[in-house]
């Protein structure tokens, strides 16, 4: 019965995703401003969106929990390609070539590298490949190894790093993302090359600086911000590196030794031998339960990152406007004519709605389960990391597709001196697509949420009843992530 129940309601939560998929018209959203012919009101397909979600819980309530389904290794086929150390390469040209570029070359965002290869193929393209495929910054990064490097100097001079305070966990982290959401979002200068191009060297400097002065692997899993971004959003992804029989503590000090495999640590994957090396295949979501709890200011950085891309795709909307009426209007006057201010009031004002929403429900879950707040908080974050990946995916995919295709002209041309043909760019996306992927993309990440908060929950064994009860606050939440994300996409659409 409980089986016949389970693929009733999986059913049903098909039916739903794929009715809220009606096709629709519009231009290219990466390109500027999208106007979307919707056949209903956004307010439907947001709605329908939650129901959607909703009617996953008794799903998720019902399923039993089952063993993890991975695949054999793949890494001794995949190690001999060298892609590691050929796509640090590449990383380290591109970025060499984007900061010539940004010191020298134009001031266009598409025909500068600076502005292509930050904005474009690393802030994105990492988030992005990390939600879909896996950690590929960590193996593929020249600032990691670079800072790999400088620790491997020290540590043969017997130079000793700083103990890093626990109590800092992922703040640094945090603090680095809302400072990159204030340069993208807030600050009208935050596009320039030459700013950008500041930004990065300065970045660099400052994350060797206190990677030297902590350790690398300690200071890359807590402080660098693109590492922490891949990692986190790489729980949801199919690829699962690991390493079987670990043997000693874990260089980033956040595995315990007594784990059976260290799955998903990068830092004991590079200190582990080749042959104790592996890499396999698991179900998307997999990694929210599978992987070890996130570190000390993790479910901030995850409540964080969800806020600003939310707060971008907000900020193209008439109720975005609307908003700064409002701020204009309890605020000094001296408001009025500062963009930038203005902006960064609102980003703060959405960061903290988002925050303080997800403190209430973490005193709620807390209560019940008699844990503190911050306790819940810590407990639930990972299930939220779902839902920021698809968000991050839905909302930035188009202009991922559509600007990466000027990488190779500003690569190979970074001054601006017409050393290439110019060639055409495909600009143009169907529109029903778009919002097909991302209705799809949003509802999916939701119920994969659901199940994995429910999976967590469920291993206190209070009942299943008693489960869905004590933990209805997480599953309102997330429903209402769910109509916010889909109203925004379509607001946005309509901008």
Not at 42 to 50: F, K, L, N, P
Not at 235 to 244: D, F, H, S
Not at 345 to 362: D, P, R
Request: a neutral charge; proline letters at 6%.
């Amino acid at each position: 019965m409980k089986r016949r129940t389970l693929r009733s309601l999986l059913a049903l939560w098909a039916v739903a995703a794929a009715a809220l998929a009606a096709p629709a018209t519009a231009l290219a959203h990466a390109g500027g401003t999208i106007t979307y012919d919707f056949p209903l009101p956004v307010w439907v397909y947001a709605v329908g969106g939650g129901l959607a979600v909703l009617a996953s819980v008794p799903a998720a309530m019902l399923a039993t929990p089952k063993p993890d389904w991975t695949s054999r290794d793949i890494y001794p086929a995949i190690r001999p390609l060298r892609l590691g150390a050929i796509g640090t390469a590449l990383g380290a040209a591109m970025l060499l070539v984007a900061i010539a570029g940004g010191l020298f070359g134009p001031d266009s965002f598409t025909g500068n590298p600076a502005t292509i290869v930050f904005w474009v193929d690393v802030w994105v393209g990492v988030g992005i490949s990390a939600a879909l495929l896996g950690n590929l910054w960590d193996f593929t990064s020249p600032l990691s190894a670079c800072a790999r490097w400088i620790d491997r100097r020290l540590s043969g001079h017997e130079v000793a790093g700083a103990a890093y305070p626990e109590r800092l966990g992922m703040w640094p982290a945090v603090l680095l993302l809302l400072g990159l959401a204030w340069l993208e979002l807030c600050w009208p200068s935050g596009s320039e090359p030459q700013i950008i191009t500041l930004f990065v060297v300065a970045y660099i400097a400052f994350q060797l600086f206190f990677a030297a002065l902590f350790g690398a692997e300690v200071w890359l899993a807590r402080g660098e911000l693109f590492t922490a971004v891949a990692r986190t959003l790489s729980r949801m992804a199919p690829l699962e590196p690991y390493v079987g029989h670990p043997a000693g503590a874990c260089p980033a000090g956040i595995c315990a030794e007594s784990d059976r495999e260290r799955i998903g640590c990068v830092a004991c994957w590079r200190a582990a031998a080749p042959h104790e090396r592996g890499a396999r295949l698991r179900f998307p979501g997999a990694g929210i339960h599978r992987e070890g709890p996130l570190p000390a200011g993790g479910s901030a950085f995850v409540v964080a990152l969800l806020a600003t891309v939310v707060f971008d795709g907000f900020g193209r909307t008439d109720r975005y406007f609307e908003l700064l009426d409002w701020i204009l209007e309890l605020g000094p006057s001296s408001l009025a004519g500062h963009s930038t201010m203005l902006r960064t009031v609102a980003m703060i004002v959405v960061i903290g709605g988002f925050a303080a929403l997800y403190i209430a429900v973490s005193a709620l879950i807390g209560l019940s389960e008699r844990r503190s707040a911050i306790t819940a908080a810590g407990r639930y974050a990972a299930t939220l990391i779902p839902i920021a990946g698809v968000y991050f995916v839905a909302h930035y995919l188009a202009y991922l597709i559509i600007y990466a295709q000027f990488t190779p002209a500003v690569l190979a041309d970074p001054l601006g001196r017409d050393w290439i043909h110019h060639y055409g760019v495909w600009s143009s996306l169907p529109a029903g697509l778009v919002w097909w992927v991302q209705v799809a993309l949003i509802v999916a990440g939701h119920v994969i949420a659901v199940f994995q908060a429910h999976r967590i929950a469920a291993a206190d064994r209070p009942g299943e009843l008693r489960t869905l009860l004590l933990h209805s606050p997480l599953t309102l939440l997330m429903i209402g992530y769910t109509v916010v994300g889909l109203w925004v996409l379509g607001q946005a659409a309509k901008g």
